[in-house]
């Protein structure tokens, strides 16, 4: 359904040096419009020199990006790590000009400044020092902020734009208009939270397991302590039967799954709040995790039991003949020797049964939260306006993969005249 808006200009001001975060603080500003912009009736368009302008001659350069995006916009978001810029013979840079001009016009302004580490091939001490002067002389102002990491800038941009929209009398300027719609009619609206937040944050652990690994063996690259233990038949044997890549692979990463739900599954706080004018019935939420996480109820992981190394995957002759030699060496049979360090073999002989993932918890009478294929199914009787329902203890989640990626909502109720869909973003960094 459409709905009217404000729309404000974001101009991204930042000199050459930080191209990744440019494209965060972007893509930051298209997440939280697809988040909010009906809630506040307000939409950012992200503007930037690399698609919002275009050539021209007869011009000073930066004079015409000021008048073709910068005099334009209402918000600036600058963004620094080692460079100030070049100058444009009226401010030390492009990036500086546009701050100033912005500062001038009483039009607001941030700016963020990387801590990350600065190696050695791309620092240039000029350029350097002119950025530490001029954060030097803006920091009176109170207009600098400083990040470590990509995670954190976006982060701190999507809070900067929730308190932009809480405030726009005094966020963009003065003659532009804030129309809010009227109210026509009643009706209920959802927001789903969780861990109290409007997106979902998780770190991919780092887990430490036996992988399984098979590569051809050369008889006669066998260190010569080892082939009294080995016999030729033995490594050609092996070598005939070495499996296919993509099944090793593909056991490996249920092992991974394996050790992942068993060792990192955190709580999920799931909350789902009525932000509409009127109490709904009979709401049915699906929550549509992508694969690349794991959802459970909670306490479900010890159904979790390791993954059944295919019979056909061939013993290493290799473990056979160190284990042998170790046997020697020290005068004692090692019966759990698992793993040949400095080869890089593994023999794992673990146990697997089929998960299921059909479970079920009661909240109470008239509330139920349910998990099935990685899907969190909410039933909730009766949700009067402006209140919130929890499920606090029922929902356990595990990153499995690295990168950005949504979970599905789609929501009905007795008071909807069709089913709500919508996407929370799901930001999965790396431990």
């Excluded at 982060?155 to 003659?175: H, S």
């Excluded at 099935?372 to 199914?377: A, H, I, L, P, S």
Aim: charged share 30%.
């Amino acid at each position: 359904m459409s709905f009217s808006a404000n729309v404000f200009r974001v101009l991204i001001a930042s000199p050459s040096d930080v191209k990744e975060e440019r494209e965060a603080i972007r893509n930051t500003i298209n997440l939280w419009n697809t988040k909010n912009a009906e809630h506040y009736y307000l939409i950012y368009i992200p503007t930037m020199w690399e698609t919002n302008t275009t050539p021209q001659l007869g011009g000073r350069p930066q004079g015409m990006i000021n008048e073709q995006i910068v005099d334009k916009s209402d918000v600036l978001i600058g963004v620094f790590w080692t460079r100030i810029g070049s100058p444009t013979g009226i401010a030390e840079s492009g990036t500086i000009e546009e701050i100033e001009r912005f500062v001038e016009s009483k039009k607001p302004a941030t700016l963020y400044f990387s801590d990350k580490s600065i190696p050695p091939d791309v620092l240039n001490i000029e350029q350097y020092q002119k950025l530490q002067e001029f954060k030097q002389k803006i920091r009176p102002q109170g207009l600098m902020g400083n990040f470590s990491t990509t995670e954190d800038l976006e982060r701190q941009v999507d809070f900067l734009l929730d308190e932009l929209a809480k405030k726009t009398g005094r966020a963009i300027p003065d003659n532009a208009p804030i129309e809010k719609p009227a109210i026509t009619s009643r009706k209920p609206n959802f927001e789903v939270l969780f861990n109290n937040m409007k997106e979902l944050k998780l770190k991919l652990p780092s887990v430490s397991y036996k992988k399984e690994f098979h590569e051809h063996i050369e008889y006669d690259e066998i260190e010569e302590y080892l082939r009294k233990y080995i016999t030729r038949e033995e490594v050609e044997e092996y070598n005939r039967n070495i499996p296919e890549p993509n099944r090793v692979k593909e056991y490996n990463d249920k092992l991974r799954t394996y050790h992942l739900v068993n060792e990192h599954l955190s709580d999920l706080l799931v909350s789902v709040v009525n932000t509409g004018n009127l109490k709904a019935n009979s709401i049915i939420i699906d929550l549509i995790f992508p694969p690349e996480v794991c959802v459970i109820e909670k306490g479900g992981s010890n159904e979790w039991e390791e993954p059944e190394r295919p019979e056909d995957f061939p013993k290493n002759p290799l473990e056979k003949a160190h284990n042998k030699y170790t046997e020697k060496l020290v005068g004692s049979f090692l019966p759990n020797i698992s793993r040949v360090t400095e080869l890089g073999y593994s023999m794992i002989n673990p146990n697997y049964s089929s998960v299921n993932w059909s479970r079920i918890t009661k909240l109470n009478a008239v509330n139920r939260l349910w998990v099935e294929d990685n899907v969190v199914t909410i039933k909730i009787d009766t949700l009067i306006h402006t209140r919130k329902v929890e499920f606090e203890d029922d929902v356990e989640i595990v990153a499995l993969k690295d990168g950005n990626y949504f979970i599905d909502v789609e929501i009905i109720s007795e008071e909807l005249e069709q089913t709500i869909y919508f996407k929370i973003p799901l930001l999965i960094s790396k431990e």
